[in-house]
T-cell receptor, first 113, second 113 residues
Framework: SQTIHQWPATLVQPVGSPLSLECTVEGTSNPNLYWYRQAAGRGLQLLFYSVGIGQISSEVPQNLSASRPQDRQFILSSKKLLLSDSGFYLC????????????FGPGTRLTVL | KNQVEQSPQSLIILEGKNCTLQCNYTVSPFSNLRWYKQDTGRGPVSLTIMTFSENTKSNGRYTATLDADTKQSSLHITASQLSDSASYICVVTPSGGYNKLIFGAGTRLAVHP
């Protein structure tokens, strides 16, 4: 069966510090991978998606970046965090086209102080 | 503009009671509509999925309905349990094979004993 992992589960970082969130998927190959941010009282916002190694599409201009160094690894990074980067970050995967179900990871709660 | 609006924003019910959550969307054409359940601090988990040609779909005590003419969907929860306390998110997939889903902001349901 497929599983998706995210770490860390929670993170408290000072403004201006770097960020690295990791997501890995097990039990499938060539998944589509997604990074979302969820703000309180708002819908999930798609940040990045990837259809293959090294292929990253950015949806929202921001100081975040994503990379996919391996087929089942997706990393969300920042060189300098802003207060507005605080939120709940979710990684998801799907098989094939978008009408296939997206499976979400457990999420990372990021607080920037 | 493609949008998904959910109501109510929050809801409190007593254990054992039924409730209905609403979802209105402007996404057209669309491929499918899903309802997700998201426990606090966790990733969303899919409850039901309906294509544009389906009117209803059940998953245990959860029943989703879809009216493609009025662009409305509802999620009915029967004989609520304390474990039903969560956010319920309506998600619409536009047609066209693009990877973006359109998320509603969710309804936060609290079931009290």
């Amino acid at each position: 069966s497929q599983t998706i992992h995210q770490w860390p589960a929670t993170l408290v970082q000072p403004v201006g510090s770097p960020l690295s969130l990791e997501c890995t998927v097990e039990g499938t190959s060539n998944p589509n991978l997604y990074w979302y941010r969820q703000a309180a009282g708002r819908g999930l916002q798609l940040l990045f998606y990837s259809v293959g190694i090294g292929q990253i599409s950015s949806e929202v201009p921001q100081n975040l970046s994503a990379s996919r160094p391996q087929d089942r690894q997706f990393i969300l990074s920042s060189k300098k965090l802003l207060l507005s980067d605080s939120g709940f970050y979710l990684c998801a995967w799907s098989k094939g086209r978008t009408y296939n179900e997206q499976f979400f990871g457990p999420g990372t709660r990021l607080t920037v102080l | 503009k493609n949008q998904v609006e959910q109501s109510p924003q929050s809801l409190i019910i007593l254990e054992g009671k039924n409730c209905t959550l609403q979802c209105n969307y402007t996404v057209s054409p669309f491929s499918n509509l899903r309802w997700y359940k998201q426990d606090t601090g966790r990733g969303p988990v899919s409850l039901t999925i309906m294509t544009f040609s389906e009117n209803t779909k059940s998953n245990g005590r959860y029943t989703a309905t879809l009216d493609a003419d009025t662009k409305q969907s509802s999620l009915h929860i029967t004989a609520s349990q304390l474990s039903d306390s969560a956010s319920y998110i309506c998600v619409v997939t536009p047609s066209g094979g693009y990877n973006k889903l359109i998320f509603g902001a969710g309804t936060r349901l609290a079931v009290h004993p």
